[in-house]
């Protein structure tokens, strides 16, 4: 099956600073990728997308990166700040309806 | 905000004992979804749902059972709660589109002891 998977679990950086999370994902079939941001005691968060026909998207202060050709996408925070300490993980979506979802790489932002 | 409600959010059960975890989404969307969430294994797929009456196995959906009677309801139903599955549940909808987005619940918290 499919497997979603981040390079690593910890992230710390200080504030102001940016971060970037990866993931790689198995699948190159995968035509559609998430990403999703989860703070304590709650659900996982739509923060950003992007599809297979894509190479970079940019929203308010997130930009998400794919390259297809290792299978690997990222998602780059500017000027991060405390209130972006929560897990981050992607999710891939392939076959419809069907998402496979990383692990997620915990993010401190130190003041 | 996808317009789903969990309940109960948290519960405390004993071994045996059954226990119903209710997912109810206000904007009539057809795909519902309930995963649980572990400590190392990310999101995992129990059941899911293609709309009412028509529900389908995950990947971990050996003790549990669902139902969907009506659009806005998917119900989880643990028949046996056994200590294994203390989990946070999560249930989901998809949002059709240009790519079909998830979006999730708040989640129910769920100790069996």
């Known amino acids: 099956g499919e497997s979603v998977g981040l390079h690593l679990p910890t992230l710390s950086v200080q504030e102001g600073d940016n971060s970037i999370i990866n993931c790689a994902y198995s699948?190159?079939?995968?035509?559609?990728f998430i990403w999703y941001k989860q703070e304590s005691g709650k659900g996982p968060q739509f923060i950003i997308d992007?599809?297979?026909?894509?190479d970079k998207r940019q929203g308010q202060r997130v930009t998400v990166l794919l390259n297809k050709t290792v299978k690997h996408l990222s998602l780059q925070i500017a000027a991060t700040q405390p209130g972006d300490s929560a897990v981050y993980f992607c999710?891939?979506?392939?076959?419809?309806?069907?998402?496979?979802f990383g692990t997620g790489t915990s993010l401190t932002v130190i003041p | 905000d996808a317009g789903i409600t969990q309940s109960p959010r948290h519960k405390v059960t004993e071994t045996g004992t059954p226990v119903t975890l209710r997912c109810h989404q206000t904007?009539?969307?057809?795909?519902m979804y309930w995963y649980r969430q572990d400590p190392g294994h990310g999101l995992r797929l129990i059941h899911y749902?293609?709309?009412?009456?028509?529900?389908d196995k995950g990947e971990v959906s050996d003790g549990y059972s669902v139902s969907r009677s009506k659009t806005e309801d998917f119900l989880l139903t643990l028949e046996s709660a056994t200590s294994s599955q203390t989990s946070v549940y999560f249930c989901?909808?998809?949002?059709?589109?240009?790519?079909?987005?998830?979006?999730f619940g708040e989640g129910s918290w769920l100790t069996v002891v």
């Open positions: 992007i599809r297979s026909n894509m």
């Open positions: 989901a909808t998809v949002r059709l589109g240009s790519g079909n987005t998830i979006y």
């Open positions: 699948n190159s079939a995968s035509d559609y």
């Open positions: 999710a891939e979506n392939s076959m419809g309806n069907q998402f496979y």
């Open positions: 904007e009539n969307h057809r795909y």
């Open positions: 749902s293609y709309g009412v009456k028509d529900t």
